[in-house]
C-alpha cells in the first residue's frame, strides 16, 4: 500500500491555465507538506499543514492554494500557470509538526511541465 | 537562515569501493540531520536520522556522522554497488521544515 499517493504523476499544460495536483496520505499522520524540486534539483517547503490548519507558508505567488479537506489530504491547485512552475512538485507527511524528530515520509512526485 | 551544501555534487565509483559524501551547514541550531536517498522519477526515501544529540547512526552499509560545531554530516558508503546509484540529500531539521542540500548524484558502474 502506498503511504503517500499524488496524482496526477505527469502533467503537460499550457500557460495561463489552472491545475490541480492531490495528495493523500494513509499513515494516519498529523502534517502534511507540499515542497517544488525546480529544474536544478533544489528542494523547497512551499506549505505546511497540521490537521487540517496552515501552519508554514513561505514565499510562494498566491496564484498557488493548498486545500486541506482532512488532515489525510492535502491539495494544491495552481492558477494561471507560468513557465517558471514548471517543476517537480512533492508531498510529505510526517507525524506531527515538530519539534523537528519527525521522519518525512514523501510520495513520488508530480513533475508539471508549462509550455 | 539555514544554508545546506553537498560535495561533491556528482561522483562516479567502480563498484566495491567505499565512498564519502559530504554535507555542510551554516546554522548549528538544528533537531536533527537526514540523508535521503532519490531514485530518478521516484520520491525521497529516508536513509538515516541523526538527533541532534547524537553523532552518527547506522544502518547496514550506511554510517552517517554529524558534527554540530564544525557544521559538517559525512554519509559514509561502504562496498558499494550499482543499486546504491542514485542522488543523496541531506536534509536539516529545523522546528518545523527540512532544508535540503542540491544533492550528490552517485553512479556506481558494475
Known amino acids: 500500500d502506498t503511504a503517500v499517493s499524488q496524482t496526477p504523476k505527469y502533467l503537460v499544460t499550457q500557460m495561463g491555465n489552472d491545475k490541480s495536483i492531490k495528495c493523500e496520505q494513509n499513515?494516519?499522520?498529523?502534517?502534511m507538506y507540499w515542497y517544488k524540486q525546480d529544474s536544478k534539483k533544489f528542494l523547497k517547503i512551499m506549505f505546511s499543514?497540521?490537521?487540517?490548519?496552515?501552519?508554514i507558508n513561505e514565499t510562494v505567488p498566491n496564484r498557488f492554494s493548498p486545500k486541506s479537506p482532512d488532515k489525510a489530504h492535502l491539495n494544491l491547485h495552481i492558477n494561471s500557470l507560468e513557465l517558471g512552475d514548471s517543476a517537480v512538485y512533492f508531498c510529505?507527511?510526517?507525524?506531527?509538526?515538530?519539534?523537528?524528530?519527525?521522519?518525512?515520509?514523501f510520495g513520488a512526485g508530480s513533475r508539471l511541465t508549462v509550455l | 537562515k539555514q544554508e545546506v551544501t553537498q560535495i561533491p555534487a556528482a561522483l562516479s565509483v567502480p563498484e566495491g569501493e567505499n565512498l564519502v559524501l559530504n554535507c555542510s551547514f551554516t546554522?548549528?541550531?538544528?533537531?536533527?540531520l537526514q540523508w535521503f536517498r532519490q531514485d530518478p522519477g521516484k520520491g525521497l526515501t529516508s536513509l538515516l536520522l541523526?538527533?541532534?544529540?547524537?553523532r552518527e547512526q547506522t544502518s547496514g552499509r550506511l554510517n552517517a556522522s554529524l558534527d554540530k560545531s564544525s557544521g559538517r554530516s559525512t554519509l559514509y558508503i561502504a562496498a558499494s554497488q550499482p543499486g546504491d546509484s542514485a542522488t543523496y540529500l541531506c536534509a536539516l531539521s529545523g522546528y518545523s521544515t527540512l532544508t535540503f542540500g542540491k544533492g550528490t548524484m552517485l553512479l556506481v558502474s558494475p
Open positions: 546554522d548549528s541550531a538544528i533537531y536533527n
Open positions: 499513515l494516519g499522520h498529523d502534517t
Open positions: 541523526i538527533q541532534s544529540s547524537q
Open positions: 510529505a507527511s510526517s507525524q506531527s509538526d515538530g519539534p523537528g524528530a519527525n521522519v518525512l515520509t
Open positions: 499543514y497540521n490537521n487540517k490548519e496552515l501552519i
